[in-house]
Structure formats: structure tokens, C-alpha cells
């Protein structure tokens, strides 16, 4: 038996299907096809000893049904309420909030500004000399 065919075999004969003699016999001469089968063997091991975890979508898909119903952790609740409050009491805060004082300052600086432009237009005064 050629190696190329006995390495495809190997798989199959670790599932429990029948390998026949000629595999067993082709391992005893083949040295690399052995070593090529160990490391199957490891790897079915290694495999074996993980745990067995079905995706998400596999309980509907092979209909096992859950242990528990699902819940959403109640952190997760605490969290988003605890961010709608302070949220709310910001912005409850800036809008009840009095206003600074350079706030104030700044607001009758505009108004003052606004007062003399408003009475330079009306006297006709321009920065250029000239009138629009």
C-alpha cells in the first residue's frame, strides 16, 4: 500500500472504522506513516480533552432544550440606570443652574457692544468714512 493512500486511511481508523491488515502491516514497515499516525493519536486526545461547548445557535438548530431560561445579568440593568440618572441630572443641572458670573460680565459686554454699534449705525458713522 502506498503511503499517500495509507495517510488518508489513518483518519478513518481512529473513528473506529476498519482499517484492515494492510494498514497494520504498511505501519510496522512505514516508519513516517507511524510517526504520522502517533501525532493523529495526540491530536484526538488533545481534542477529546477539550470541552465540549455547542455554539449559541445549536440549541435551536439540534432542539436541546436549555437547563435554565436565560436571563440578562442584572449588573447590566444597574449600569444603564445608573447612566440614565446621571445623565437626567446633568442636564437638569445646567439648565436649573443660575449663571456664572463671567457669564453675566460677558453678556453686558456683548450688550454693550451691540448698543454702540447700534448707535454708530444710526448716527451714519462708518468705519471707512463713507455711507451705505
Known amino acids: 500500500m502506498e503511503c499517500e493512500t495509507v495517510r488518508t486511511r489513518l483518519a478513518e481508523s481512529l473513528t473506529g472504522a476498519s482499517s484492515g491488515d494492510a494498514l497494520a502491516e504498511h505501519l510496522e514497515v512505514c516508519a513516517d506513516c507511524a510517526t504520522h499516525f502517533d501525532g493523529l493519536k495526540d491530536l484526538d486526545r488533545r481534542l477529546d480533552a477539550l470541552p465540549a461547548i455547542l455554539p449559541r445557535f445549536a440549541e435551536a438548530e439540534i432542539r436541546i432544550l436549555p437547563t435554565q431560561p436565560h436571563r440578562p445579568p442584572l449588573a447590566g440593568f444597574a449600569a444603564a440606570a445608573l447612566a440614565a440618572v446621571a445623565v437626567l441630572s446633568v442636564t437638569a443641572f445646567y439648565l436649573i443652574r443660575p449663571p456664572a458670573p463671567a457669564e453675566d460680565r460677558l453678556a ?25
Open 108 to 132: 453686558s459686554r456683548v450688550e454693550s457692544l451691540l448698543t454702540a454699534l447700534v448707535a454708530a449705525e444710526g448716527s451714519g458713522a462708518t468705519r471707512s468714512g463713507w455711507r451705505s
